[in-house]
């Protein structure tokens, strides 16, 4: 299997509930990002890890949490989301940790529907 | 002001038109630039990148103008297959920042 890949596609969940999402690289990557995309907004950017090392963006709400337990899979835990957390969540790699370089390659996504 | 902005659209072609989306940034001393492509409800992937000299790939031609911090993708020959939501990327520093995306639909 090539590029990167997440799991699930299409997540469900209530507000109470605790779910993770996937991604695994296959590139060669060294840096892994967490990406939220809501409808006519921007990409915004929520984690970026480093050669296994996270560089937080202090705005993301502690609901989240990543992990990454080495340079190819990367998690993002869920707990206890709010309605508007509802979103196409996307993860992507890139060569080093300069993707100003070749850009992003992205993940399908992971659709979260909180209700 | 947004760092990145672009023209939502949608924009309306028919096959076989010409079309051109502008993204306007912010920060002067920006890097480097791409476009992505972002099929409904599936990836952004990366169309092309967008050099100092301007480049052109097939159909697709980007621009970049430094003193008007814009740049710019004009598509020949449209395609049905070229509809989609086209988003402008913007690197500071690798701190990549995304427009919100021009949306095209190409119509027979």
């Known amino acids: 299997e090539t590029g990167v890949t997440q799991t699930p596609r299409h997540l469900v969940m209530g507000m109470t509930n605790k779910k993770s999402l996937k991604c695994e690289q296959h590139?060669?990557?060294?840096?892994m990002y967490w990406y939220k995309q809501s409808a006519k907004k921007p990409l915004e950017l929520m984690f970026v890890y480093s050669l296994e090392e996270r560089v937080e963006n202090n705005s993301v709400p502690s609901r989240f949490s990543p992990e990454c337990p080495n340079s190819s899979h990367l998690f993002l835990h869920l707990h206890t989301l709010q309605p508007e957390d509802s979103a196409l969540y996307l993860c992507?790699?890139?060569?080093?940790?300069?993707?100003?370089?070749?850009?992003?390659?992205f993940g399908s996504g992971t659709r979260l529907t909180v209700v | 002001r947004k760092e990145v902005e672009q023209d939502p659209g949608p924009f309306n072609v028919p096959e076989g038109a010409t079309v051109a989306f502008n993204c306007t940034y912010s920060?002067?001393?920006?890097?480097?630039f791409f476009w992505y492509r972002q099929d409904c409800r599936k990836e952004p992937k990366l169309l092309m990148s967008v050099y100092s000299s301007g480049n052109e790939d097939g159909r697709f031609t980007a621009q970049l103008n430094r003193a008007s911090q814009y740049i710019s993708l004009l598509i020949r020959d449209s395609k049905l297959s070229d509809s989609a939501t086209y988003l402008c990327v913007v690197n500071d520093n690798n701190d990549m920042r995304f427009g919100a995306g021009t949306r095209l639909t190409v119509k027979p």
């Open positions: 920060n002067s001393a920006s890097q480097s």
């Open positions: 590139l060669g990557h060294n840096a």
């Open positions: 992507a790699s890139s060569q080093g940790a300069q993707p100003g370089n070749y850009g992003y390659t």
